[in-house]
């Protein structure tokens, strides 16, 4: 079974947009990754996350070697170009893991969140290497228990267009279905099976064949007494 662990990005009220200020990075992780295990579990993968409550942070590494025995570490983020507002920048990253072991996935889910997003600018994979390995804390972490990890970054909440967009649930809902059916195929999952439509019953009929006559008359005979008995009864010739 293929097993996923999920993160969201930081916790509680976290990361406020300075573009749309009611819009917090933590908020948006937190609501996404939720969905996501729902859509990933319907293709029968086992998905753990890497805290129960979104009040309560974990140090970088912690989430990361939260995946111990995982097929996936996925963490889910919005990005900042600064500290204020940059409506041009509007690109989705996945930072991928230097060793290469996430370069297809994180291409294939970067390319399907900028295409649903419909971000400004193409999508990016990139690596970055700190003096311990893994640059990020989340990533140096899976590392350390040997997951292969990405961290996504849905476009940038420093801008105006793509904060709004995350902003909705149904744009969620759409990334969460969109990304899980990335992942499965990844991993060689179908597509889930939409339960069949109940067939309406077919009443049974119960055919009774009585005899074969060489004289018709002696047919007729057998239909007559078979209807003064109150069954249906016809001739057929063969
Ligand atoms: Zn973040």
Redesign the pocket.
């Known amino acids: 079974m293929v097993k996923i662990c999920l993160d969201a ?2 916790y509680a009220d976290y ?1 406020r947009s300075p573009a749309v200020p009611a819009y917090y ?1 933590s908020r948006m ?1 937190w609501k996404l990754h939720l969905l996501l295990k729902a859509e990933l579990e319907k293709y029968g993968i086992s998905v753990v996350t890497t805290r129960a409550d979104p009040e309560t942070d974990l140090p970088l590494e912690s989430r990361g070697k939260a995946s111990e025995g995982c097929d996936l570490f996925l963490s889910l ?4 170009a600064g500290s204020g507002i940059y409506e041009d920048i509007d690109y989705v990253v996945a930072y991928v893991m230097l060793d290469g072991s996430t370069d297809e996935l994180g291409k294939a889910l970067s390319q399907t969140v900028a295409a649903l997003m419909q971000t400004r600018q193409s999508p990016q994979v990139k690596t970055r290497e700190g003096s311990r390995g893994e640059y990020y804390g989340v990533l140096r972490g899976a590392a350390a228990v040997g997951t292969p990890g990405i961290i996504l ?1 849905h476009s940038f909440h420093t801008q105006t267009r793509a904060t709004k967009w995350l902003m909705e649930d149904a744009n969620l809902q759409a990334l969460a279905a969109a990304e899980a059916q990335v992942i499965a195929t990844h991993f060689g999952l179908e597509a889930p099976q939409e339960a069949p439509p109940e067939a309406p019953a077919e009443k049974p009929l119960y055919r009774v064949q009585t005899g074969a006559f060489s004289s018709l008359e002696n047919a007729q005979k057998q239909v007559t007494a078979l209807q003064n008995a109150g069954f249906e009864a016809i001739i057929k010739v063969s």
């Open positions: 990005g930081h990361n990075e992780n983020h919005s990005n900042a970054e």
